[in-house]
């Protein structure tokens, strides 16, 4: 996904090293009591990386339809995703630490 100077021929900011925890999919424990799927998961995760930047989309969706077991394929997320869920009050960490994409998308 990225390179070690950037994404792309933009030189955007992102390194290899910065986003090499998102890479597993599932990298979280998975002992919070949310509901959530992989592919929302790593959305939210990718969201609260790029907060505020320009000219980054990200999807993160199943190729069979589900996202583990909720009704959603998975979610895309920009860099205003996380800006707009706070201007609502939704803390898209809190979301993540429970394990709880599938709510913080949903709302």
């Not at 390194?15 to 509901?35: F, I, P, T, V």
Request: aromatic share 6%.
């Amino acid at each position: 996904m990225a390179c070690e100077e950037g994404l792309g021929d933009e030189g955007l900011p992102l390194r290899q090293q910065d986003m090499s925890h998102l890479r597993r999919g599932d990298h979280r424990d998975g002992k919070g009591e949310g509901e959530r799927g992989r592919n929302m998961e790593l959305a939210l995760a990718f969201a609260l990386e790029i907060e505020g930047m320009e000219g980054i989309t990200f999807l993160s969706a199943g190729t069979d339809g589900t996202d583990g077991p909720t009704d959603a394929a998975g979610a895309i997320v920009d860099g205003h995703t996380i800006t707009k869920a706070k201007s609502l009050g939704i803390n898209g960490e809190e979301y993540l630490n429970n394990n709880d994409s599938y709510n913080f998308f949903e709302k």
